[in-house]
């Protein structure tokens, strides 16, 4: 059903408090994280948009409205088609749940085909290049150096890394609690290397960086607040032009690094699921493929036969 040309402006507010109760139930029900709370946002005023050019209310949107929409969007990567389908359909979902819809357009849409992503990784010698980059003879060396060593042994994802607080570590037990997707939260091991690292951050840099400030943030800036985001991701791109890695890096090929060394060195694939805080063991068994790939690799190159 087609709404008025002088409806859009009230159809567009409409959809947006309808995307906005479907974020705050997503928020309250799953407690995602508030990046994934800006993707979906992003994906459903996307779709609004559409649907108000086209002068068809969220509501009123039928199954080839929807694959209208998914075609006008030909020449994104199959995965960001498969994402939009994904946020429209859990709002769809909450539509119906609340009674405000009776039908769900995306029931018989099909999701595009993915192929399978190899993520991108770092060698081990490239990590331990990585790793002494930063200039530990000054307190944001150090502190810089301390970051990369635990996100390094513990897998953590950048957000968990940088919103650690003092007491989510028990340098005693070794161990850090990560409050991870979800609101899940996890132990994770930090090993001998990173203990001894973050043992003279705490006990020296973290101090001087801080001054008079007072904070709970693990890793503070000098005005005494957590790091952001983008302010790590800035770093470790510094730092990895500094030791030579001609690859483009992001905090996260360190989190695959974990994962892929974890596994070439004989780590059971269930361990690396529970220490990356994934709910789905599929998820950790792509890396069982980059190990599968190394080991074809170094087949190739010193086997006679290769």
């Not at 928020?27 to 995602?32: D, F, I, K, L, P």
């Not at 150090?142 to 007491?167: D, H, K």
């Not at 003279?200 to 890793?219: H, M, P, T, V, W």
């Not at 500094?242 to 905090?251: D, R």
Request: charged share 25%.
């Amino acid at each position: 059903m087609k709404a008025s040309s002088d409806s859009i402006s009230q159809d567009m507010q409409a959809a947006k408090d309808q995307i906005d109760r479907f974020l705050d139930a997503l928020w309250m029900e799953r407690g995602v994280s508030e990046n994934t709370l800006a993707a979906y946002r992003s994906d459903l005023q996307k779709y609004a948009l559409w649907l108000d050019k086209n002068k068809c209310q969220i509501t009123a949107a039928q199954e080839g409205d929807l694959r209208n929409y998914l075609s006008s969007m030909q020449g994104r990567t199959a995965r960001t088609m498969a994402r939009h389908l994904s946020s429209i359909r859990s709002l769809y979902s909450y539509l119906l749940r609340e009674g405000i819809m009776q039908h769900d357009p995306g029931a018989r849409v099909e999701a595009p085909k993915i192929g399978r992503h190899l993520p991108k990784s770092l060698t081990e010698g490239e990590v331990e290049a990585l790793l002494k980059a930063p200039d530990t003879g000054t307190p944001l060396g150090l502190r810089n150096r301390t970051m990369l060593e635990i996100l390094y042994a513990s897998g953590l994802r950048v957000s968990e890394l940088i919103s650690l607080q003092t007491g989510q570590v028990n340098l005693r037990q070794g161990v850090v609690r990560v409050l991870g997707k979800g609101s899940k939260e996890r132990l994770v091991p930090l090993g001998e290397e990173s203990i001894e690292w973050l043992t003279r951050y705490q006990n020296s840099a973290r101090i001087e960086l801080l001054g008079k400030n007072i904070s709970d943030a693990l890793f503070p800036t000098k005005r005494g607040e957590a790091m952001s985001r983008q302010a790590f991701w800035y770093l470790i791109k510094r730092y990895a032009v500094a030791a030579g890695i001609n690859k483009t890096i992001s905090p996260h090929m360190l989190r695959h690094a974990f994962a892929t060394h974890l596994l070439n060195h004989g780590a059971d694939l269930r361990v690396v699921q529970m220490l990356l805080g994934h709910s789905d063991i599929s998820t950790t068994q792509i890396y069982t493929h980059i190990a599968q790939e190394r080991l074809k690799n170094l087949h190739a190159v010193h086997h006679p036969r290769g």
